[in-house]
């Protein structure tokens, strides 16, 4: 009969296979549980359009950046380029979509699939190149892909965009924002479990002796190079499925979106979410996509203000200040990031009242 466990006093593993273990105690599941089933009751009902536009935008970044966490955070290799390869994915399941005719559960893994081809070309260089002259050359891909998704207008349709059917599945439409809530925080559970357990594995332990040490990892017998082809792999597919979802949810996309900014927000995610870390990427995209509506609405009321335009000051920069500040002062004053934050927190409380 199997044992519960709840909150043991210490650490008693008696097999290997119990330190691999995603909870380590069933208090642990059972709350997960309970949130999991709290986030798709109540958030649907409770929020106002604008609400659960944000939220889905927080699922949407929060997908891509489990990814890319995989990618800086286990593995060690630094990418400007992820938000290029959400395009791709955004492109791709357009593309499918409108020439093909391929449903919603088609396009989207498909999506993955064609970014993480991508993902495979632009992480060729990281055979040879390691640290910034590997963030250079991502920085490249993320230009070049830029220049493709404008300019190969047989496929994208250049600057005129392309418009997606309504999303589908098993002839059930989907449409709106609560619809696309499901779907979105759906796929973010499953994809998030995958990667949970994907660093539980040998490629997961891979991973993590390549960022630690690659020449010690290489020296244990590790091959350094296809593991890294691995995790750029794995990282793009998770853009791409991101960036497929994102197009049928947005119906309409053009290639404005996914230029250097994006990809400079999906490291902030991951720096200030907490690199290393799951959790850290989801906490890292509320973070910032709450911060991009907080400083949209902060720059609509500036600019209102007299003040504002009688000293000419320019509110653009606005933006990009702010994150640059918040990755800065997270890199000082918490490097492992928000996830640190909530691991102090929970601890605090399992204590309570002794841990004063």
């Given at each position: 009969?199997?044992k519960?466990?709840?909150?043991?006093?210490?650490?008693?593993h008696?097999?290997?296979?119990?330190?691999?273990n995603v909870?380590?105690?069933?208090?642990?599941r059972?709350?997960?549980?309970?949130?999991?089933?709290?986030?798709?009751?109540?958030v649907?009902?409770?929020?106002s359009?604008?609400?659960?536009y944000v939220?889905?935008?927080?699922?949407?970044?929060?997908?891509?950046?489990?990814?890319?966490?995989?990618?800086v955070?286990y593995?060690?290799?630094?990418s400007?380029?992820?938000?290029?390869?959400?395009?791709?994915?955004?492109?791709?399941?357009?593309y499918l979509?409108?020439r093909?005719g391929?449903?919603?559960?088609?396009?989207?893994?498909?999506?993955g699939?064609i970014?993480?081809?991508?993902?495979?070309?632009f992480?060729l260089p990281?055979?040879?190149?390691?640290g910034?002259?590997l963030?250079?050359?991502?920085?490249?891909?993320?230009?070049?892909?830029?220049?493709?998704?404008?300019?190969w207008?047989?496929?994208?349709?250049?600057?005129?965009?392309?418009?997606?059917?309504?999303?589908?599945?098993?002839?059930?439409?989907?449409a709106?924002?609560?619809?696309?809530?499901?779907?979105?925080?759906?796929?973010?559970?499953?994809?998030?479990w995958f990667?949970?357990?994907?660093?539980?594995?040998?490629?997961?332990?891979?991973?993590?002796?390549?960022r630690?040490?690659?020449?010690?990892?290489?020296?244990?017998?590790?091959?350094?190079?296809p593991?890294?082809?691995?995790?750029?792999?794995?990282?793009s597919?998770y853009?791409?499925?991101?960036?497929?979802?994102?197009?049928?949810?947005?119906?309409?996309i053009t290639?404005?979106?996914f230029?250097?900014?994006?990809s400079v927000?999906?490291?902030a995610?991951v720096i200030i979410?907490?690199?290393?870390?799951?959790?850290g990427?989801v906490?890292?995209?509320?973070?910032i996509?709450?911060?991009?509506?907080?400083?949209?609405?902060?720059?609509?009321?500036?600019?209102?203000?007299?003040?504002?335009?009688?000293?000419?000051?320019?509110?653009?920069?606005?933006?990009e200040?702010?994150?640059?500040?918040?990755?800065?002062?997270?890199?000082?004053?918490?490097?492992?990031?928000?996830?640190?934050?909530w691991?102090?927190?929970?601890?605090?409380?399992?204590?309570?009242?002794?841990s004063y």
């Open positions: 009969m199997r519960w466990i709840f909150h043991p006093c210490g650490n008693f008696e097999r290997y296979e119990t330190q691999l909870y380590e105690t069933d208090y642990g059972f709350w997960t549980a309970v949130g999991i089933v709290l986030l798709f009751t109540a649907p009902l409770v929020s359009h604008y609400l659960l939220v889905n935008s927080i699922g949407i970044a929060a997908i891509a950046a489990i990814g890319l966490n995989i990618l955070g593995t060690g290799q630094i400007l380029g992820h938000g290029a390869f959400f395009g791709v994915g955004a492109y791709g399941a357009a979509a409108t093909w391929a449903p919603l559960l088609v396009s989207v893994p498909a999506a699939l970014a993480a081809i991508a993902g495979l070309v992480g990281s055979s040879r190149l390691k910034l002259y963030t250079i050359a991502t920085l490249a891909g993320q230009f070049i892909i830029e220049y493709v998704l404008i300019h207008e047989s496929v994208t349709r250049g600057t005129m965009g392309i418009t997606l059917p309504t999303a589908g599945i098993f002839g059930l439409e989907i709106g924002d609560r619809a696309f809530f499901y779907l979105i925080f759906t796929l973010l559970v499953a994809m998030l990667a949970v357990n994907l660093l539980r594995t040998r490629y997961g332990r891979a991973f993590i002796a390549i630690d040490n690659d020449r010690a990892a290489e020296g244990m017998g590790i091959a350094i190079f593991y890294k082809l691995l995790a750029f792999a794995i990282s597919f853009a791409g499925v991101a960036g497929a979802v994102w197009a049928y949810y947005t119906i309409s290639a404005e979106p230029n250097l900014g994006l927000e999906y490291i995610m979410g907490g690199m290393g870390n799951m959790s990427a906490f890292g995209a509320v973070f996509t709450g911060l991009n509506e907080i400083l949209r609405w902060g720059t609509d009321l500036m600019m209102n203000m007299g003040f504002v335009t009688q000293m000419g000051l320019n509110m653009a920069p606005l933006r200040f702010v994150f640059g500040l918040a990755i800065v002062l997270f890199i000082l004053f918490e490097p492992r990031g928000l996830a640190e934050v691991r102090i927190v929970r601890s605090s409380f399992r204590l309570w009242p002794f």
